[in-house]
């Protein structure tokens, strides 16, 4: 960083832009708030998930941001072309590994696509404050290790509370998809995370007083990531608390993602007048939405109708699928699998030139 760009106040590096990047993050994080509050003025929190919230969060965010990814990949012929192999066997091979780890074994299966599901959520977090760092021009390699540390404490160390004190109220999947911790952790871990993000804290207020440097965006990821994170997991021990606190703030942000990535590539070979773009720009946020929550709704509706039969009353009675399960279960994981890999793939920096433009700096 020069010393000119220190001793002036500069652009702040939004994402998107001021607005998109708070109610995407701050918004979704308040979302999660309410919904919270409001479970624990009606006592959902010591019940399971009410049948309208696990609409809301499961299917209509969870499950309906893995078919998000087809706008970044598979409904776009020229980045298909790009890298057919990776595209391609991405699902095949996820489909071959979970068709053998559930032949072998159940609850293998499960471990294993719970623990690939965690390392996925835990390296989005990170990703978002590794593209606001890039975003801000920031270089300097103790605020990249603080930074690191705080993201990554802020995720790890509520999973190493919940492995150290199983069972819980809750699950990732199913119950016992965890493995437990003979020994406490947690407890040792506790002074470093507190140390961490009081250090994050304390970094980014001399930032700010002594070299006029804000980056509220990556200050708001780790806040609201730590905040969540903590209180769905460690705070409460609530199925209901869990689930709102941790998909939302998952989900929200990559939808937003992938649709301004999605509409980058539409204008650019689009132009008319302000009315018909805005009115083009309604019709797509339809069409991006409806897609992905139609999606959505047949695989939970085979989920349901084929393993579960828990919500007849909103996907139909059960099928009796028992003499395909292990080809079925296999397949139904794979599009949040193919979700979970190419995610490590396609927002580097150097996968798009549009990624590239989206961390480049001020």
Not at 209 to 214: D, E, G, M, S
Not at 337 to 357: E, M
């Given at each position: 960083?020069?010393?000119?760009?220190?001793?002036?106040?500069?652009?702040?590096?939004?994402?998107?832009?001021?607005?998109?990047?708070?109610?995407?993050?701050?918004?979704?994080?308040?979302?999660?708030?309410?919904?919270?509050?409001?479970?624990?003025?009606?006592?959902?929190?010591?019940?399971?998930?009410?049948?309208?919230?696990?609409?809301?969060?499961?299917?209509?965010?969870?499950?309906?941001?893995?078919?998000?990814?087809?706008?970044?990949?598979?409904?776009d012929?020229?980045?298909?072309?790009?890298?057919p192999?990776?595209?391609?066997?991405?699902?095949?091979?996820?489909?071959?590994?979970?068709?053998?780890?559930?032949?072998?074994?159940?609850?293998?299966?499960w471990?294993?696509?719970?623990?690939?599901?965690?390392?996925?959520?835990?390296?989005?977090?990170?990703?978002?404050?590794?593209?606001?760092?890039?975003?801000?021009?920031?270089?300097?390699?103790?605020?990249?290790?603080?930074?690191?540390?705080?993201?990554?404490?802020?995720?790890?160390?509520?999973?190493?509370?919940?492995?150290?004190?199983?069972?819980?109220?809750?699950?990732?999947?199913?119950?016992?998809?965890?493995?437990?911790?003979?020994?406490?952790?947690?407890?040792?871990?506790?002074?470093?995370?507190?140390?961490?993000?009081s250090?994050?804290?304390?970094?980014?207020?001399?930032?700010?007083?002594?070299?006029?440097?804000?980056?509220?965006?990556?200050?708001?990821?780790?806040?609201?990531?730590?905040?969540?994170?903590?209180?769905?997991?460690?705070?409460?021990?609530?199925?209901?608390?869990?689930?709102?606190t941790?998909?939302?703030i998952?989900?929200?942000?990559?939808?937003?993602?992938?649709?301004?990535?999605?509409?980058s590539?539409?204008?650019?070979?689009?132009?008319?007048?302000?009315?018909?773009?805005?009115?083009?720009?309604?019709?797509?946020?339809?069409?991006?939405?409806?897609?992905?929550?139609?999606?959505?709704?047949?695989?939970?509706?085979?989920?349901?109708?084929?393993?579960?039969?828990e919500?007849?009353?909103?996907?139909?009675?059960?099928?009796?699928?028992?003499?395909?399960?292990?080809?079925?279960?296999?397949?139904?994981?794979?599009p949040?699998?193919?979700?979970?890999?190419?995610d490590?793939?396609?927002w580097?920096?150097?996968?798009?030139?549009?990624?590239?433009?989206?961390?480049?700096?001020?």
């Amino acid at each position: 960083m020069s010393s000119e760009a220190e001793s002036r106040p500069r652009e702040l590096p939004w994402l998107f832009s001021g607005p998109v990047d708070l109610l995407a993050f701050g918004g979704s994080a308040a979302l999660a708030g309410c919904l919270l509050l409001i479970g624990g003025l009606f006592g959902w929190l010591h019940q399971d998930t009410p049948s309208w919230a696990w609409v809301v969060a499961i299917l209509l965010i969870d499950v309906a941001h893995v078919y998000a990814t087809g706008f970044r990949v598979y409904f776009d012929r020229k980045e298909l072309s790009r890298r057919p192999w990776l595209y391609g066997l991405t699902p095949a091979l996820a489909w071959a590994i979970s068709w053998a780890l559930y032949s072998e074994s159940i609850d293998l299966f499960w471990r294993c696509l719970a623990y690939l599901a965690v390392f996925h959520f835990v390296r989005q977090q990170f990703g978002w404050v590794a593209l606001y760092r890039s975003k801000a021009g920031e270089t300097d390699r103790w605020g990249r290790r603080i930074d690191t540390a705080a993201i990554y404490l802020a995720t790890l160390y509520p999973l190493a509370y919940w492995h150290c004190h199983l069972p819980r109220e809750f699950w990732w999947f199913r119950p016992d998809d965890f493995a437990r911790f003979s020994f406490d952790w947690s407890r040792w871990l506790a002074p470093i995370y507190w140390v961490t993000l009081s250090a994050y804290v304390a970094k980014s207020l001399v930032l700010a007083v002594r070299k006029h440097h804000l980056n509220p965006g990556k200050d708001l990821v780790v806040a609201t990531t730590a905040v969540c994170w903590y209180v769905g997991i460690i705070t409460f021990n609530s199925d209901y608390a869990f689930t709102v606190t941790n998909v939302i703030i998952h989900g929200i942000p990559y939808m937003v993602l992938v649709y301004w990535y999605h509409r980058s590539v539409q204008a650019g070979d689009r132009s008319g007048s302000s009315v018909s773009t805005r009115r083009r720009s309604l019709q797509a946020i339809v069409r991006f939405i409806g897609l992905i929550w139609i999606l959505a709704y047949i695989e939970e509706l085979v989920w349901d109708r084929g393993l579960w039969h828990e919500r007849s009353w909103l996907f139909g009675s059960p099928w009796d699928l028992q003499s395909v399960e292990a080809v079925l279960v296999p397949l139904l994981a794979v599009p949040q699998i193919t979700h979970y890999v190419l995610d490590g793939f396609i927002w580097r920096r150097r996968s798009s030139r549009r990624v590239a433009q989206l961390a480049t700096a001020n």
